[in-house]
């Protein structure tokens, strides 16, 4: 039994049981047995790969995203580039390194890293001691200096805990984790319905909220509205709020069990992009797209990017550039082990009403 389970069975034989909302954030980020706080989750050897870890060509595009941004932002002589959950550091380290490119904008650039897990900070140093700029580390993204900034968040808004209700015939009530006779983790329902969900639905349905995504959106877009920049938001998810379950386990490289060993598996949920879009507007922004993760780096030019790549690399190397290209941008399957990330990753923006149109956002948006 993981130590965090040992935990939370006494904490919930001594309270009661939790919210999933809760459940979520401590196995994810209880200080000391926390999945992000104890550990190196990525790659082959770990639980599962993200886009910059597939391929140096996603960050590269990206860096050069934040460099026409800052351009299209009249190329303020400071800027705060953050990236918000950078795991490895790699997304950042490829992003400046391709930055290169526009020496005017890496002069004015101060890297603001955010993260809460000090294992992951440590490797980000690692990755980022010979970037050439100054950079900082901060726990929560109000500590970010003000100042105009482009913040960058790929897979971030996935691990924000995320609170789920179940429609019963009195209402929507919270759905909980408790323990069974066994003293095993359960699901279950809060008595009291909540009054503030006004969605109809079938006994039965769940309805997810990210209520801290969508805090730190508001807390991001306000910002943004009054001190000007950006932000780029990648990740899976769906353009619709919709009713339906995505809370889900990662170990491996496999789906788990939410409930089986909390702490040792990822834990994530699919992105609600609609609702993210509803509290940037409402903060004063625009919202670009959401566009798909293929339609945003193919418009990029991840096809250009990969042929200057292999004009460089040794001829065993081109199958796997192509290979990267598939799996950031294809069509193929959503999951398994060919997957792709092209249709079910999104990329969305938000800027000052009076910015854009951004690189990337050329398509029409998802409905
Ligand atoms: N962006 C990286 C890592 C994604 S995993 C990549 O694409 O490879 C999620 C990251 O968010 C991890 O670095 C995790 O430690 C961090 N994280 C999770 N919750 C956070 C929070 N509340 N504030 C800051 N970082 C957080």
Known sequence: MSKLSQILREMIAQEGPISVE???ALALGHPQHGYYISREPFGAAGDFTT????????????GLWAAEVWSLMGSPA??????????RGTLMSDALRAARVAPAFRAALQVHLVETSPVLSERQRQTLADCGLPTSWHS??????????????????DALPIRQYM?????????????????????GLSSD????????????AILEISAEGQRAMTALAARIQTQGGALLAIDYGHTRTDLGESLQAVRAHRFADPLENPGEADLTAHVDFAALGRAAKAAGCRVHGPVTQGAFLNQLGLAQRAMALAKRAAPDQFDAIEAAVYRLAGHGPADGPNATMGDLFKAMAVTRPDLGPLPGFQTEPLA
């Open 22 to 24: 809760r459940y979520m």
């Open 51 to 62: 886009a910059p870890e597939i391929s140096q060509m996603f960050g590269e595009l990206i």
């Open 78 to 87: 400071h800027i705060r580039l953050v990236e918000l959950g950078p795991g």
């Open 140 to 157: 929560s993204i109000a500590d970010v200096p003000q100042g105009p900034a482009i913040f960058l968040a790929n897979e971030f808004f």
């Open 167 to 187: 429609r019963t015939p009195a209402g929507w009530c919270e759905r909980m984790v408790g323990l069974d006779e066994a003293g095993r983790f359960i699901f």
């Open 193 to 204: 319905p909540e009054p503030y969900i006004a969605a109809e639905a079938p006994p039965g």
